[in-house]
């Protein structure tokens, strides 16, 4: 029996055991339904945690079921109105050049949501942590502020919000280097933009964490991974943790238009999935899960559901699709022994008035890893 086998079999076991065992045990993992919302479930593992207890988590995180729950999606995303989604007070849009030999998109802009009062002068020497926000493949940079309620929600936040430009559509960068040199979007993030912060607004030293939705989801964890100390704390919303299905062919249409071998071709991204297999593991998320040990690692999705007709990516069908990449993402976090804290929803659909909730979920949560706590 390989331990793998031996390990999906004390899944079974402690999910029949989870139910009893995990409310009671000392330093067990805590399932729990979220604040008002018997359709949400919350899973917290900590350092402590027993195997029994850790994978009695997973296994109650598994049975979260895949359900239509009303939820519609839309395609165009709700916008807010005027200055809202970015006040002049608080927000700046700023470009940070590459430099020469560093090749992203043009005229990449970084959009900054300062907290409220940085430029008071009673504030004149506070410092602040940061928090930075990765895109999806299908928004730009700035969607955060205008198609979810971040800036409203943030009112009350005292970090710095930084939204640099990821590249979208054909250009979606996955925030990597470009196996085919095209575009050198880690270098940009990490050894451009992350410093330029740093120089430029009031941060507390080493105060920094990350968010990723959907494709951002990898930026968040392959960053966090390859870079080890750079960030406290990260929050993977509805992302794509798990790249193995992105290297067939067999994708629902809407999905493999995005993520398979269409624009972007992937192939151009990581190299050629069996010649390049090692590029491809250095930068799945699920392979990198060993690495990420030391830090805060919050997980939140809804499970999605078979849509009876295609609605592509804003669908219930490819929030399921992308839960599935999560599942096993858990998996190794559970078999590697490292903490996490998971807000699961029943259903749900993948738009950016779906990720409202865990924004405001996990969010405060970050700010409070990047100070230590």
């Not at 936040?157 to 250009?171: C, H, S």
């Not at 960053?223 to 993977?236: D, E, I, K, T």
């Amino acid at each position: 029996m390989t331990p793998i086998t031996r390990l999906l079999g004390a899944v079974l076991v402690a999910g029949a055991l989870a139910a009893p065992l995990l409310p009671s045990a000392p330093a067990a993992a805590v399932v729990a339904a979220a604040e008002r919302d018997p359709d949400v479930v919350v899973v917290r593992t900590h350092p402590g945690t027993g195997t029994v207890a850790a994978l009695g988590a997973y296994a109650r995180l598994m049975t979260v079921p895949s359900l239509d729950t009303g939820e519609v999606p839309d395609v165009q995303a709700p916008r807010e109105g005027g200055g809202e989604a970015c006040p002049p007070r608080r927000c700046r849009d700023l470009q940070v050049r590459a430099p020469r030999g560093v090749k992203v998109s043009d005229g990449a802009t970084t959009r900054v949501l300062l907290p409220r009062g940085y430029d008071a002068k009673r504030n004149a020497d506070k410092r602040y942590p940061v928090v930075f926000l990765w895109n999806g493949g299908q928004s730009t940079y700035d969607g955060w502020t205008f198609k979810t309620e971040l800036t409203r929600m943030s009112r009350r936040w005292k970090a710095i919000l930084v939204m640099p430009d990821g590249g979208f559509g054909k250009n979606a960068g996955f925030f990597s280097d470009w196996h085919d040199g095209s575009f050198d979007w880690e270098t940009y993030h990490t050894k451009v933009v992350v410093p330029w912060v740093d120089k430029k607004f009031r941060t507390i030293e080493g105060a920094r964490t990350a968010v990723g939705a959907s494709m951002g989801g990898i930026g968040v964890m392959n960053y966090a991974a390859h870079n080890p100390g750079m960030f406290r704390g990260v929050l993977s919303i509805s992302g794509a943790l798990d790249t193995t299905t992105m290297a067939t062919y067999g994708l629902h249409p809407a999905i493999s238009s995005i993520l398979g071998y269409a624009d972007p071709d992937l192939r151009r991204i990581w190299g050629d999935p069996i010649i390049d297999r090692a590029n491809w593991a250095a930068h799945n998320p699920k392979d990198l899960a060993p690495q990420l040990r030391g830090m805060r690692i919050l997980i939140a999705s809804g499970t999605g559901y078979v849509a009876s007709s295609d609605e592509g990516i804003y669908s219930g069908t490819f929030e399921q699709t992308l839960w599935n990449t999560q599942r096993s993402f858990l998996y190794e976090l559970t078999a590697n022994k490292i903490p996490y804290t998971a807000r699961i929803a029943t259903g749900g659909v993948h738009n950016w008035a779906w990720f409202n909730d865990p924004l405001r979920w996990g969010v405060p949560k970050l700010i409070k890893a990047s100070r230590g706590r």
